[in-house]
């Protein structure tokens, strides 16, 4: 099996947000991984960043999608659209960027932008 790229990596990441796939996410993740949600939340370690993937706000899989990616050095950037719906709110649109940072084949950090449309 020949090694996976950081993108195939960011790939695999995204495709287990939606199915709702656990192990498949955290597959992708160092122990000590970061997940730094701007205006929302900072989760450190696996455990956190497992409990933060199904928040109790939203229901159901986001519908997302990757319309550019660009890598650079151990950084991938992923940028895309996503539906969703809050507990509260009901159904909503939303563009995203999701800063992926590299330490050992592993995604260290994610710097999540999520801006809500409408």
Not at 23 to 51: M, N, Q, Y
Not at 87 to 99: C, M, Q
């Amino acid at each position: 099996m020949e090694p996976r790229t950081q993108r195939e990596i960011v790939d695999e990441y995204f495709a287990g947000f939606r199915a709702g796939d656990h192990p498949k996410i955290l597959a992708t993740l160092a122990e000590d991984v970061e997940w730094i949600i701007h205006g929302h939340r900072t989760t450190h370690g696996k455990a956190e960043f497992d409990g933060e993937i199904e928040n109790p706000a939203f229901e159901g899989r986001p519908a997302l999608a990757v319309e550019h990616s660009y890598e650079d050095g151990p950084v991938v950037i992923a940028a895309g659209t996503g539906r969703g719906a809050s507990v509260a709110g009901g159904p909503f649109e939303f563009v995203f960027n999701d800063v992926f940072t590299f330490r050992g084949g592993l995604i260290a950090r994610v710097e999540s932008y999520v801006v809500p449309l409408g």
